[in-house]
């Protein structure tokens, strides 16, 4: 059994915390949060413990932290499990600046150390199984990737203001995605994008719709269509076209019901939002981080593997702001894996 | 070049004098008709010219007759273009009655001569590949066949009156699918049918919507549901069942234009009626019958096989009306042939 | 919170206790077994405790009892339920012998007592969807149903001795579904089958595909047809014509990964069993048990209502045997509902 | 009855023959070649005569002439008919060179000449249905556009090489579509592609592989990627998401017939080359032309609209050259009309 400690009782740590309760090899050791109310309650509701920071990242009585708790304190309960020598599941980013993320990840000697950040789509179903038949070969060499990634509503301008902006919030699943399926790092990288929703987006100095088109060095193009607002729910979807053959996680619909009318067939839409679509691979995060800590797995997305998809964003930024395609410049770390 | 005429200018044979007009191998020798006009006009519109029946069955000008005039006179043309040598392809039935049918096909020499009843449903390219695949055994043993065949609205009543019932004019089809896909000959069937459209069909000793159950001597069941009115569209669809596989011709939707909505994708329907969905397959049929003609292809649905079709229909009727199964029997024919 | 105890440590019983467990308005109070090593276990994984019969149905502890036990040990433990003031969620069957059900039913005082069956089926999303729409008359008068239930793989031979064929066993599920889609209690039965995968399911007097017709007082049709052994995985789906449209809850995919090919895409398939694809039905059954005894929701299926799907099953398999159509027998209970 | 010659007895000047010959409304009165044996043979499939250049221009015997031949003659045809006042057709593009073809456009008097070119894609029924539904505003104001198109094989590459390059050839469809379906000029372009199929396709200064991005005026932008080998088929879609919702026209198999095995469905994959997937269109177009010059319809695309979509394309390639985004010139027409 591996001792879990929770730090953030919020939606997400609530998800979370559902799942370490579940999870047959967790011991769920506590939860912690700046709201001592918040973290009592959701405690309570997974027959565990309220804890203090101190606890929760107290070595003798803890193995592993998952760190769900503000953005802006992501890199400090980072760098504080590394210090205790405890293994963490982080939800991303390390820290919305890459500079700072650099330094922490620099800071922490990453031998043997198994750190984790949870870019969640990694273990969607259908991404895994895509990924495996374009490693294993099945579409021959990668050509085009295409890519969608559209949420149902404008999230909260409050929220925006302090997300980084749509390449660091939203489509930077889709950089690290695009990684992690064809085995490259892109080069280059062209943004382009518009508000359609509310001109204060604009004034926020983001966008709510874009499309990127990154080259990688064997010359295989990506192209990601990224949209806040869609009102049909929730819409992902990947495409890879191979020198052998294409391969495609198209969308999923809630259910396989149909009505049949004159001239029109009406079937079930779309997730009505993010979580609903992609909720079992905050499960399927937490096994595989298990798995690895168990030897079982590789362990993935690395501390490493995050600060690429974000300097991926950060191109991508400056190419929406100039108008035109940019270098991505990847950190250098002593210790990087790939 | 194969020398055609045409008897019948009503609907059905202005279909057919598009395709013989078009065909490549056929020369278009003239169409026939009781009304004058009506070929006349056909006629014109296909470059070919009005001819009256004796010479639609003129051996020294003609090598193939096109029987398309009304159901009662088929018999009669069928055993015409016998005696004076002639090739036939004939709509379906021979004679709605099954013994005048057994009659006449018993009197006509089959040995050598080309006759073939247009159950045109076998050259819809979905049905034949499906046929293909059962045949080439990619199924194994047929277990299980699921039919369905469902039309937009109920017939005229006139029509109705005239047709035979339910089971000789629409699921007569789907005998002949039943037969022709798993290459055996039913043993026994018991039908059910309700009438929810007019109660003027029950008059009529009809149905509009009916579930058959046919047994092979395999073992194998044979499910069909027909409807008469459904509103949506024309729809038919099969699937076998066998013990290494199960292969579906699904339901064909008029386009793949698709309308995302919250909570629903609304998708193009069915093909409004029969005809805008079936309407390849006359071109087929003809291809076909033009090939088994020059030699290239094995004739069929041959007259022998369209009985059988109707001996089924024929029990399936029984069945309805005694509300128990019924054996099937099949007309004993000396030269008939699978 | 609704004090629970669970009576079967099986599989089944392995499910419903995770359920128990995760559920937010449940106590679980424990778990007996026959074999109080299995109930150990099972109440250990879900920090419950082991009990012994007494406990399980004492009424001072307990509010409600989930029986999972062997089918031949269902109607003891609903009497005994009955008898301390229990209510009571029960797998399927009540009992086998149709007889001995009606009896344990008759005996037991329905008035207010919340006993429900666990036809599960009902509670999966797409046919709840599938049924609201027909009630809401979105297709108007329901005139053909068709439905497909067909498993993967031949059940042991065991199992199949002791099921009591596979009008009981398996299609039973849709005879209740086919009563709570349409609200109609149908009137006669035809049913007819054969044994494809081994001949000591004949021995057994079973079969192992089966296509059976239902006859409504409305004249609605309803085709089912059933088989054991597909190999191509779990497969069910229902589909409902009416006078206004048609509604059909299709074939479920594992996922949405489509490999195209020349001549051919490769999308992904059924689910690998059963369990894989009704699993979420289980824990939608006991939501809604809760919230009837909560009198959030209206109870059901009731104890009488799975009567009458058992008297179904009855009559079908008396078709199977005689090979005509059957009427069907309802049992005459003074308490019975709907 | 309108009287139509043909120049140009090629592949696509064949199958305009075989639609000419069909059409109800169209009096076929010859082909032209400047290989006499090829219009002769083609005249004879379709009952008509061989004529030469002169015969195909003179307004005396001819309303309308459909333009076939090879792209360096379009232009001329064009401007011949202009001078003798007949309607023409004209297969894409007008000239491979844009200034030369807006020199021929600038030349003729478009004012009341209907003059066409065949940008077949227009005609095709889903394109026809989606585009409806956005000028009716089903999807509110477009935001963003996602167009494939992509080919089974590399052309041959002594057409490639006089093909213009891949956004001239084969891209310029959809710069066409997307001005017709959102109804803007797109303002600035970025393309950048890759060769993966013969290096000689890099030593032509071509692509085979590309992602282009179109900026249009309301900010709406237009993703498309174009592949020339995918190897699976012929593969086109179109999706556009709105302010109120999103339409999509799909991919499109060639049939709908699906095999079921453990673990995945194989069903009917795409058209195996361009011509099987858009024939249809090639009669639509004629259809539409027809019905333009009786004044039922309004003419479209017309050679301005086939300049500005070819302006799109020059754009592209610059920007596939430079490696960055380019404005788009339009060409100042006198007598230019959307």
């Avoid at 769920?28 to 565990?48: K, N, Y």
């Avoid at 990506?222 to 969308?251: F, K, N, P, Q, T």
């Amino acid at each position: 059994m591996i001792r879990f400690a929770l730090v953030g009782a919020g939606f997400i740590g609530s998800v979370h915390a559902g799942n370490l309760a579940a999870h047959p090899d967790v011991d769920f050791v506590g939860v912690a949060d700046i709201d001592p109310t918040r973290s009592a309650s959701l405690a309570r509701r997974h027959a565990t413990t309220a804890i203090d920071l101190d606890q929760a990242f107290d070595p003798d009585s803890v193995d592993a932290v998952l760190i769900a708790s503000s953005t802006d304190t992501h890199a400090e309960h980072l760098r504080r499990a590394a210090t205790v020598g405890l293994a963490a599941l982080c939800e991303k980013p390390i820290d919305l600046d890459l500079d700072r993320a650099v330094a922490v990840v620099t800071a922490i000697d990453l031998d043997g150390r198994p750190m984790m950040v949870d870019f969640n789509r990694r273990f969607d179903r259908d991404y895994t199984q895509l990924r495996q038949a374009v490693r294993a070969g099945e579409v021959g060499g990668v050509e085009l990737v295409q890519m969608t990634t559209r949420g149902p509503a404008l999230p909260p301008l409050e929220y925006l203001a302090v997300s980084g902006g749509q390449m660091r919030d939203q489509t930077v699943h889709f950089f690290d995605l695009a990684r992690w399926i064809t085995g490259e790092d892109p080069e280059t990288v062209f943004a382009t994008g518009s508000v359609f929703t509310d001109p204060r987006v604009s004034e926020l100095g983001d966008v709510d719709t874009s499309v990127v088109t990154l080259r990688m060095p064997s010359g295989a193009l990506v192209a990601i269509d990224s949209a806040r607002r869609i009102g049909y729910g929730y819409d992902e979807r990947i495409e890879v076209l191979g020198s052998d053959g294409m391969i495609e996680a198209g969308r999923r619909h809630v259910g396989a019901v149909s009505r049949y009318h004159a001239g029109r067939v009406v079937g079930d839409g779309m997730h009505a939002g993010w979580f609903e679509r992609v909720a079992p691979t905050y499960r399927s995060a937490l096994d595989h981080f298990v798995d690895a800590l168990a030897q079982r797995e590789t362990l993935g997305p690395t501390l490493p593997e995050a600060l690429k998809a974000q300097a991926i964003a950060e191109a991508a930024t400056r190419s929406l702001r100039t108008g035109i395609p940019q270098p991505i410049v990847y950190p250098a770390l002593s210790a990087a894996t790939h």
